[in-house]
């Protein structure tokens, strides 16, 4: 690896809160699309992270299905290392 073609800069590992928030941005389009979002408050050290519920999420009755179902299920395919997902206000 050297660093006149930058061919070390495509090697590098993202951060676990890297790789949470590119997901989260791929999860949000379908969010968006029934008046809802997403917003990633923070991740702890632990590997759990924190979301706020915005929009139509927020308040809906299905919200907590929202987040397990779909948010921590996606969340846990493209980031394995992620401990859990919980909603803050």
């Known amino acids: 690896m050297c660093d006149k073609c930058g061919c070390s ?3 590098t590992e993202k951060t676990f809160e890297e790789k949470v928030k ?3 941005e791929v999860i949000r389009p379908s969010l968006q699309a029934h008046g809802g979002d997403v917003e ?3 991740v702890d050290d632990d590997n759990t992270v924190k979301v706020r ?3 139509a999420c927020q308040g809906c009755p299905g919200a ?3 987040m397990k179902d779909g948010i921590e299920r996606i ?3 493209k980031v394995p ?3 859990e997902v919980v909603a803050v206000s």
Do not use: H, W, Y
């Open 64 to 66: 907590q299905m929202t």
């Open 9 to 11: 800069e495509t090697n």
């Open 40 to 42: 990633l408050v923070g």
């Open 22 to 24: 590119d997901t989260i």
């Open 53 to 55: 519920l915005q929009g």
């Open 81 to 83: 290392e992620l401990k």
């Open 75 to 77: 969340l846990r395919e």
